[in-house]
């Protein structure tokens, strides 16, 4: 029997779930946060899971997670924290703050040898997280995510409708939506850039390695400056990487 591991990524929006089989990507599914039923009818579907890993910023699910996980394969879970992460290194006011999320993202980044870098994550929020030449980890931003942006437009205006995202050439929009698109596309490009131009200046450096992950990464992708790759699975990949580390 070969065996699976689960590597579960719990954010505010989604809970994003990948098999690995030999250290292969072999499966991933996504469902919301709020519909626990669905994740435990996916989860108990599966066959010969050995080992699961999780990382969550949710803490309220964690429980249930746990519960289901032990009921259909007898196992226990791998929880990812500022504790329980090997080499972490920062000098950060509180530590405690940093979500389990950002916690794996670095992990993997300075496993691969890519630091040091500017790691930003398209979630529920959009955040920058910032790794020197020395592997520790300085801190970062946190600005509002796109698509709650979206949602927060069109739930807070009587005439404003909700868009989703895509690219778009003109910066000038000559209908509503198109004007929308434009403000959250564009804004978002100059939001991404400046913040980076900002943090290497802060730093004193010309260059670092800058990286992108999440579900909205692609659509930028031609327009951030000095991009080095894009990983819409970094986080999953994360987990993997820090289950092995300790299971070795």
Known sequence: ????????????????????QNNTLIKQFRVSTNDISSFTDIII?????????????VPKVDTDIHKNLK????????????????HFKTNLQNPDEVGADRLVNYFYAIHQGNYPAIIIDFGTATTFDVIDTNK????????????????TLADATAKL????????????GNNTKDAINSGLYN???????GINRRIKHELGVESLKI??????????ADEID???????????????????????
């Open 71 to 86: 009921q259909a394969f007898n196992i226990d879970i791998y929880n990812v924290s500022r504790e329980t992460l090997p």
């Open 211 to 220: 990286i992108a992950t999440g579900g909205l990464a692609n659509i930028f």
């Open 1 to 20: 029997m070969q065996s699976m591991l689960l590597a579960i990524d719990i954010g505010n929006t989604n809970i994003t779930t990948g098999v690995f």
């Open 45 to 57: 579907s599966l066959d010969n899971i050995t080992g699961a890993i999780m990382a969550s910023v």
């Open 226 to 248: 000095n991009l080095t790759y894009i990983e819409p699975d970094l986080t999953l990949k994360g987990l993997n990487l820090i289950y092995n580390y300790n299971n070795k």
């Open 187 to 193: 804004g978002y490009i100059e939001l991404i850039n």
């Open 161 to 172: 409708p909700k868009i989703k995202l895509h690219k778009q050439s003109n910066v000038i």
């Open 136 to 151: 520790v980890y300085l801190g970062g931003v946190i600005a509002p995510g796109i698509n709650l942006s979206i949602k």
